[in-house]
């Protein structure tokens, strides 16, 4: 199949030229002509398949021609992805004459408000910040005809379901709605079922998949070993650059520090607590290889595109099995291979268990040549022998 065979405008297919895409991935084909025919479509899809491109093309193009007013609204649930997104409009729109504008929260209002008053036909935003400007009356959403609802799961976790609510309120009830959710729980399910009129419903791979361009494995350690081990990890892959994820903002910070004082890696942190500007630099300086290695909690866990990230390391073990999905959804986009290591420590076996029945797999576990490993359960390979049951009431005397 060929994008010019999709119903795209000229404007719009010498964007997808300039970027060199070859062919519509089949998000692409499938989504295209079903939005280009002004469906509501609902949308699942593994990370990393080009759904971006699956809204924005036949986006640029339905709105060519409709300039001045704000025409569509992108809501994203974090500040990064709402930039990322941003990013992919203006390049690909870069022959068509529509703006975006980025609306998230973190920087100042004035030039949002000053773009919010030009009309920019396509608007950006995550939920916060648009309802603050809503709130000082400086956002109209009433010829907003098209809506996007972006990775709506993320939304849910971040507990913006009653702000998108509001949000898709103040929207005009006459446009086309597009939600795309990695996952479908009954919340998501019911806020479809209420803002999309008859959708159609596009999905591609399982749902719960890991890329296929992923290989994955779990190295058991002792808790003590935690940290020893992923250094050798490291010193042992030839990585060109790797995105470390911890549970915590308080981990990221104290092993960040760690790597910087024991290795020669230029190290970057990416975390809630991070000014917005410091969260950009590091994300710009990963993207451009200013850093090879990134430690992040799961804010930059989803969605994000950093091509060439060839392996991501999990210090611990994810409490939500749909993250161990996002985080290592990391490596291997687009049609690029990627590895990705799991530490697991005894206290994280529920986790990995529940990983993999989440992903419908056993996920392998690997140990490391002559790594000097102390002891733990995890690593027997064989099964621990029954023990032998003790008679209640003691062994049995030996009659005389
Ligand atoms: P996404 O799933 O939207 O995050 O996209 C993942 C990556 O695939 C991005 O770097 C896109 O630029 C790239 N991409 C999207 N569509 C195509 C395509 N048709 N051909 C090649 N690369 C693509």
């Excluded at 000229?10 to 519509?24: D, I, K, N, R, T």
Aim: charge should be neutral; include cysteine.
């Amino acid at each position: 199949m060929l994008f010019s065979e999709l119903g795209l405008s000229p404007e719009v297919l010498q964007g997808v030229e300039a970027m060199g895409y070859e062919s519509p991935t089949p998000i692409q084909a499938q989504s295209i002509p079903a939005i280009l025919e002004g469906s509501d479509i609902v949308g699942a899809s593994q990370t990393g398949t080009g759904k971006t491109a699956a809204f924005a093309l036949p986006i640029l193009s339905l709105l060519s021609g409709k300039e001045g007013r704000l025409r569509c609204l992108v809501l994203e649930p974090t500040r990064e992805l709402a930039a990322q997104v941003a990013e992919a409009f203006t390049e690909l729109g870069k022959f068509s004459k529509m703006r975006s504008l980025l609306v998230h929260g973190g920087v100042g209002y004035g030039k949002q408000r000053e773009g919010l008053e030009q009309g920019y036909e396509i608007v950006l935003a995550t939920p916060g910040r648009l309802l603050d400007h809503a709130a000082q009356g400086a956002i109209n959403l009433k010829n907003c005809d098209i809506l996007v609802l972006d990775e709506v799961d993320r939304m849910l976790d971040m507990g913006f379901l009653p702000d998108v609510r509001k949000i898709v309120k103040m929207c005009p009830e006459k446009r086309q709605t597009l939600l795309f959710s990695a996952t479908m729980p009954a919340q998501i399910d019911s806020l479809a079922k209420w803002a999309l009129k008859d959708p159609i419903e596009v999905e591609i791979g399982r749902r719960r998949g890991v890329a296929e361009t992923v290989t994955h494995a779990f190295y058991p350690v002792s808790m003590d070993q935690r940290e020893g081990l992923l250094m050798e990890l490291l010193s042992r892959t030839d990585f060109k650059s790797v995105m470390i994820f911890t549970r915590t903002k308080a981990d990221a910070d104290k092993l960040t520090q760690i790597i910087r004082t024991k290795c020669d890696y230029k190290v970057t942190v990416l975390h809630g607590d991070i000014r917005q500007s410091d969260r950009e630099k590091a994300l710009k300086g990963f993207r451009d290889g200013t850093f090879d290695v990134i430690i992040a909690t799961d804010i930059a866990a989803r969605g994000l595109d950093v091509s060439g990230v060839t392996h991501v390391i999990n210090y611990q073990v994810p409490e939500n099995p749909e993250d161990y999905v996002h985080r290592i959804g990391r490596t291997g986009r687009a049609d690029s291979e990627g590895d990705a290591f799991t530490i697991l420590t005894a206290p994280e076996l529920d986790f990995a268990e529940s990983i993999e029945r989440y992903v419908g797999q056993k996920i392998e576990r690997r140990k490391l040549e002559n790594f000097d490993y102390i002891y733990t359960s995890l690593l027997e390979t064989e099964k621990p022998k029954p023990i032998l049951r003790v008679r209640r009431g003691g062994p049995k005397r030996r009659r005389r």
